[in-house]
């Protein structure tokens, strides 16, 4: 579903109808897919930056309950990092993600570019995202081969009964997924082949956007 586009300048919304139905469409899977999320040049020129960027191993913090924390790798290149931050806290995407979402208002929007690889022992387990602070999670396909595996699924927390599942591999695409003490959630195996790299993380209530450009000045 086309829902707009991230641009040089902006977040770009579709038709105040179409955003409508997509409304509809979340409420009922608390997932959603945004095909052709970021603009193509944008695309390409993060692309190129993701290429030759090092990344480095990562280990999940927090408590997992007893199960092992996630493992994957992040990109290790503060200039892209926070360009693509950059790009992601706009009040007009803020607005769109509210009104489809039906959350709080939103103060900021923070995370990382990812990358699970096959065989070197990556994997995303079963979690929910709860802080306090999240509102709504936000995954970006920087994988321009595709690849297999690496689906997103979505789950009741007691009953492990799947509600959503999206295999996000258009190059650029997105997607966003309710944050809740009743779901979790999780990236299936990346099977051999190409990795699956994207840049994921949360739209949050603070801080907001001002304070947080003030703290990058």
Partial sequence: ?????LTRSGFTPAPQHVLDHARSSFVQSRALLLNRFVEPSLLADWQRRIDRAPFVERVAKGDW?????????????????GGAIFALNDPTLFGVIEQLTGCGPVGSFFGSVYKIVHGAGHFHTWHNDLDGNRLV???INFSPDGYRGGVLQLAHRDKRHIIAEVANTGWGDAVIFDISDALEHRVTDVERGPDKTAFAGWFVKSPSRADWLRRQG
């Fill in 1 to 5: 579903m086309f829902l707009g586009q």
């Fill in 65 to 81: 309950g007893g199960k092992k924390p996630s493992v994957d790798m992040r990109v290790d290149d503060r200039t892209l990092w």
């Fill in 137 to 139: 999670a936000l995954s």
